[in-house]
């Protein structure tokens, strides 16, 4: 069965610091990559995507994510995080079905 | 264009009372999904449908879970009778019609319903 780990479940940083949260999944077919993002008390929202093409994908709010297919990852990066990063950030994956693959989340607590 | 909507935002009920949360997915969407989310299970897909047919409802709980999808633009989940342990945020989230894989793009996801069961 596919499967998403998403390595870290708290991460605290301060402001300016870099960011990397790992992601990795269990699938050796072709996938639809996804980040999403879910601030305080409101609903997921979409970072970014990969489909296909160019493995670096850009995102809103300055988010990165690198598709390494040797790997099975999809990290997200973000070079200078700042207080309203704050937020729990879900790694997701689909195979070609309907259903989509929600990883558990990681929570960031960026300190001002 | 108005999002995923989610109804009642709040829905606070006592346990043994039947609970009817509802969604109107996105125009156009034809892929429908409903989640619960807790401090301590994370996020857990209940079912979902697909052109308003429910495809996979292997994430219900329990019997006390039902959804339904009678059109494409409306679909309900209902808990008879609540329980306290159904305390948590339901999400519906919905899906374009999928390019590239099939059925494959980013879901749209509801507000919300935080369900309080006392």
């Known amino acids: 069965a596919q499967s998403v780990s998403q390595h870290n479940h708290h991460v605290i940083l301060s402001e300016a610091a870099s960011l990397e949260l790992g992601c990795n999944y269990s699938y050796g077919g072709t996938v639809n990559l996804f980040w999403y993002v879910q601030y305080p008390g409101q609903h997921l929202q979409l970072l970014l995507k990969y489909f296909s093409g160019d493995p670096l994908v850009k995102g809103i709010k300055g988010f990165e994510a690198e598709f390494i297919k040797s790997k099975f990852s999809f990290n997200l990066r973000k070079p200078s995080v700042q207080w309203s990063d704050t937020a729990e950030y879900f790694c997701?994956?689909?195979?070609?079905?309907?259903?989509?693959?929600f990883g558990a989340g990681t929570r960031l607590f960026v300190k001002a | 264009d108005a999002g995923v909507i989610q109804s009642p935002r709040h829905e606070v009920t006592e346990m043994g009372q039947e609970v009817t949360l509802r969604c109107k997915p996105i125009s156009g969407h034809n892929s429908l999904f409903w989640y619960r989310q807790t401090m301590m299970r994370g996020l857990e897909l209940l079912i979902y449908f697909n052109n308003n047919v429910p495809i996979d409802d292997s994430g219900m709980p329990e019997d006390r879970f039902s959804a339904k999808m009678p059109n494409a633009s409306f679909s309900t989940l209902k808990i008879q009778p609540s329980e306290p342990r159904d305390s948590a945020v339901y999400f519906c989230a919905s899906t374009p019609r999928g390019r590239g894989l099939a059925g494959g793009n980013e879901q749209f996801f509801g507000p919300g319903t935080r369900l309080t069961v006392l």
């Open positions: 997701a994956v689909n195979a070609g079905g309907f259903k989509t693959i």
